[in-house]
C-alpha cells in the first residue's frame, strides 16, 4: 500500500523523527544553535543574569568547517569518468556531456555537505528541459525553438524523500515516494496541496491531494508542520503513469554513513549536537565573565565630600565605606576562569576526534597540544600519514558515494535513450556502466611519483600523451583529443614537414654527376 492516501497524514508518522533530525541539523550548520539549545539561558532564567547572557549569546560555527572539509578533499581534485571505450565512441561522447551539462562535480560536492549535515543525500534522474518554461507557458508564450531535451541529474531535499522498504528487508527499497507541499494561490487565499510522485522499478506514478493543516509536532526539538490528506484532485499531467524505459529506480540514495540494521544515514554533526551545545555554552559563560571583570563594583570613601561625584560617574558601580571599614578597592570573585579555559579546550579536542578530522587542517591550531600545526611534513607519505583520520573517513563517504553516482550516471543514459528511440537525427548507444577515478585530494609529489615509476618499469615510458593531459589538465577525451590536434598543428607550422624523397634526389643528382665523367 502507498504511504501517501486520503486520510492519511504528511509528513508520515513514521518519518517525523527522521525530518526532525535534518531540521535541527540545519539550524546547527547554520550557526543558528540558539534555536536548538539555550541550555545556559534556560539555566539562568529566573535570575538576573538571564537577559544579560541572553544579549551575550555566541554560536560558533564549528559545524560548517567540519562538514565542508570532506567535500572539498572528495573533489577539489576534479575526478575522472569513464566508460573505457575509446574517446570518439558513442558512450563515451554521452558520458562527458552528462558529467559536464549537470555540472556534476559541484553537485557532488554540494551533495557531501548536505549529507553530512542530515546524513541522507538523493540522486534523481530525469529526461526533460534543463529550464523551468512554466511561466512562459502560464502567459501563453510558446517554448524556444533552441531548447533542447537532455537527460538531467539533480538533487532532491531529503526531507521530501519517502522510501517504502522492501518485505523483509530494512535496506532495499520496493518503492521511493518523493512528496513535498505546494501552496497555490486561488482567489485572495493561499490552498495548500501535496505532490506526489512515486517511483517504481520502470515506472513513475504521479498523484495530487488537497491537503488540511492539522497541529505542529514539536517531540523532537523543532516544529514539524502535519497535514491531513485529503480528496485526490487531478495532477495537471497528459499522463499519470510514466515509463522510465529502465528497470532501476530513477531515484539514488547517498547516506554518508549506515549501519547494516537501518537504511538512513548518520550525519557528521548528530553524534557532536551535545557537544557542540556545550562549547558555545561554556563561550557564554567566559563572556559574561570577562564582562563583569572589565567594569568591577568599586568601593570607598563617599566621594560627595569633596565635590568630586563626576569622578566616578562614568565606571560601574560604586558603594560608599566608613573610614573605619576596609581599604577602597575593587569587589572580584574567584570565576574559575582557567578551569572554564581548560574545558573549552577539551571539548574542543573531543569535537575534532569525534569528526575524524586532525584540527591542524584547517591550517591554524585555536587549543593546546592538539596534534600541532601539520608544517613539519613535506613528502606526499608522511602527509597521508598525518591525514590517515580524515583520508580513511573520506574513502567511507565515498563508498557510498561510488555506486550514487554511477548509479544516476547509468541510469541517465538509459534515460535519453528511450526518450529518443526512433527521433530523427538522435544517434543510440548502448548504455555502459561508469567507473569513477577519485583522488584523495592530497596534493602529490610528481617527482617523487615519477622516480618511483623510472624505476619500476626500467626507465621506460609509463603514460602516453593523451592520458598525460587529462590527468595533469583535469580534462575529458573531446578536450584532450583537441590538445594533441592543436600541438601537433603547431609543431608543423614551426618545424614544417620534409619530404623524404628529396635525399634520393639528392643521390639521383650525384649519381648523374659522376657517370658523367
Known amino acids: 500500500m502507498a504511504l501517501f492516501e486520503t486520510d492519511g497524514q504528511y509528513p508520515h508518522p513514521d518519518h517525523i523523527e527522521r525530518i526532525a533530525k535534518y531540521k535541527r541539523m540545519e539550524k546547527i550548520f547554520d550557526g543558528k544553535l540558539y534555536e536548538v539549545y539555550e541550555r545556559a539561558t534556560d539555566l539562568l532564567k529566573n535570575t538576573p543574569h538571564a537577559e544579560q547572557l541572553k544579549n551575550l549569546y555566541i554560536a560558533v560555527n564549528l559545524a560548517d568547517i567540519i562538514v565542508t572539509k570532506p567535500a572539498d578533499l572528495i573533489v577539489g581534485e576534479v575526478p575522472q569518468f ?3 571505450e575509446p574517446d570518439d565512441s558513442e558512450v563515451e561522447k554521452a558520458l562527458n556531456r552528462i558529467v559536464e551539462e549537470n555540472d556534476l562535480v559541484k553537485q557532488i560536492h554540494e551533495a557531501v555537505i548536505g549529507a553530512g549535515i542530515r546524513g541522507d543525500a538523493w ?12 511561466s512562459l507557458e502560464e502567459i501563453g508564450l510558446p517554448v524556444p525553438d533552441d531548447a533542447e531535451m537532455m537527460p538531467i541529474i539533480e538533487t532532491v531535499p531529503a526531507e521530501y524523500v519517502f522510501p517504502e522498504l522492501a518485505r523483509g528487508s530494512n535496506k532495499k527499497f ?3 515516494n518523493i512528496a513535498w507541499v505546494e501552496w497555490v494561490k486561488e482567489g485572495e487565499k493561499e490552498v495548500p496541496y501535496l505532490n506526489v510522485e512515486r517511483h517504481l522499478p520502470g515506472y513513475i506514478v504521479y498523484k495530487r491531494f488537497r491537503v488540511y493543516e492539522a497541529g505542529v509536532d514539536t517531540r523532537f526539538g523543532v516544529e514539524i508542520q502535519l497535514y491531513r490528506i485529503g480528496e485526490e484532485v487531478p495532477t495537471g499531467r497528459e499522463e499519470d503513469i510514466e515509463e522510465t524505459g529502465t ?3 530513477l531515484v539514488h540514495h547517498f547516506p554518508y554513513k549506515t549501519k547494516d540494521s537501518d537504511w538512513a544515514g548518520i550525519g557528521g554533526l548528530e553524534k557532536l549536537e551535545s557537544v557542540l551545545a556545550a562549547i558555545n555554552d561554556r563561550l557564554v559563560q567566559i563572556d559574561y565573565i570577562l564582562w563583569k571583570h572589565s567594569d568591577p563594583t568599586a568601593y570607598g570613601p563617599s566621594l560627595d565630600e569633596e ?25 572580584t570573585w574567584n570565576a574559575q576562569l582557567d578551569g572554564a579555559f581548560k574545558e573549552l579546550d577539551y571539548l574542543l579536542g573531543i569535537v575534532y576526534q569525534l569528526s575524524e578530522t586532525p584540527q ?6 585555536i587549543s593546546q597540544d592538539k596534534g600541532g600545526t601539520g608544517t613539519s611534513h613535506t613528502d606526499s607519505v608522511a602527509i597521508k600519514l598525518r591525514m590517515m583520520p580524515i583520508l580513511s573517513k573520506v574513502k567511507r563517504i565515498r563508498t557510498h558515494l561510488d555506486r550514487a553516482i554511477r548509479d544516476a550516471i547509468y541510469t541517465a543514459m538509459q534515460v535519453e535513450n528511450f526518450a529518443n528511440e526512433g527521433v530523427e537525427g538522435f544517434e543510440p548507444y548502448e548504455p555502459k556502466y561508469p567507473t569513477v577515478k577519485w583522488k584523495d585530494g592530497v596534493p602529490r609529489d610528481e617527482k617523487e611519483l615519477a622516480q618511483i615509476m623510472q624505476i619500476r618499469t626500467g626507465n621506460k615510458p609509463t603514460l602516453d600523451v593523451h592520458s598525460a ?19 601537433d598543428e603547431d609543431e608543423q607550422r614551426t618545424l614544417g614537414t620534409v619530404d623524404p624523397s628529396i635525399f634520393n634526389r639528392d643521390e639521383e643528382v650525384s649519381a648523374n654527376e659522376g657517370g658523367g665523367n
Open 82 to 84: 569513464d566508460t573505457d
Open 123 to 134: 540522486f534523481k534522474v530525469r529526461y526533460g528541459y534543463d529550464q523551468d518554461f512554466a
Open 174 to 176: 520496493s518503492a521511493i
Open 247 to 249: 528497470t532501476y529506480f
Open 307 to 331: 565635590g568630586n561625584r563626576s569622578a566616578a560617574s562614568w565606571g560601574g558601580r560604586y558603594i560608599v565605606v566608613s573610614k573605619e571599614d576596609p581599604t577602597p578597592g575593587y569587589m
Open 360 to 365: 591542524w587542517l584547517f591550517g591554524t591550531t
Open 469 to 487: 593531459i587529462k590527468i595533469l589538465d583535469e580534462v575529458d577525451d573531446a578536450r584532450a583529443s583537441e590538445i594533441i590536434r592543436r600541438i
